[in-house]
């Protein structure tokens, strides 16, 4: 089992900044791929951003490329997502997930999903 806990999410206005981390407990941090995913209001949950065991590769969503950064640090069991130049269209509930492959985008491919943390940006 994997526990993941998201927090830094809030309120912001239109083209700020907010970092999102999600630690993780339970099993080895390291031998997870992990991801970032959003749901907006009324909407279905989307792919933002991945990264694999080492942080060495990363993949994003068209939407948030050049706006965000995904990261990890393993030696702190936590995962990281910059997010710049924030507009409304990025409010959403965002929630980290874990998966034993290099899942992507792929949502089922993820076997452990933290409870999401709320990122409202205003206009």
């Known amino acids: 089992q994997v526990q993941l806990v998201e927090s830094g999410g809030g309120l912001v206005q239109a083209g700020g900044s907010l970092r999102l981390s999600c630690a993780a407990s339970?099993?080895?941090?390291?031998?997870?791929?992990m991801g970032w995913f959003r749901r907006a209001p009324g909407k279905g949950r989307e792919f933002v951003a991945a990264?694999?065991?080492?942080?060495?590769?990363?993949d994003y969503a068209d939407s948030v490329k050049g706006r965000f950064t995904i990261s990890r640090d393993n030696a702190k069991n936590t995962l990281y997502l910059q997010m710049n130049n924030l507009k409304p269209g990025d409010t959403a509930v965002y929630y980290c997930?874990?998966?034993?492959?290099?899942?992507?985008?792929?949502?089922?491919?993820?076997?452990?999903w933290g409870q999401g943390t709320q990122v409202t940006v205003s206009s």
């Open positions: 997930a874990a998966s034993s492959m290099m899942a992507i985008s792929t949502q089922s491919l993820y076997g452990y």
């Open positions: 339970g099993r080895t941090f390291s031998n997870y791929a």
């Open positions: 990264i694999d065991w080492r942080g060495t590769s990363t």
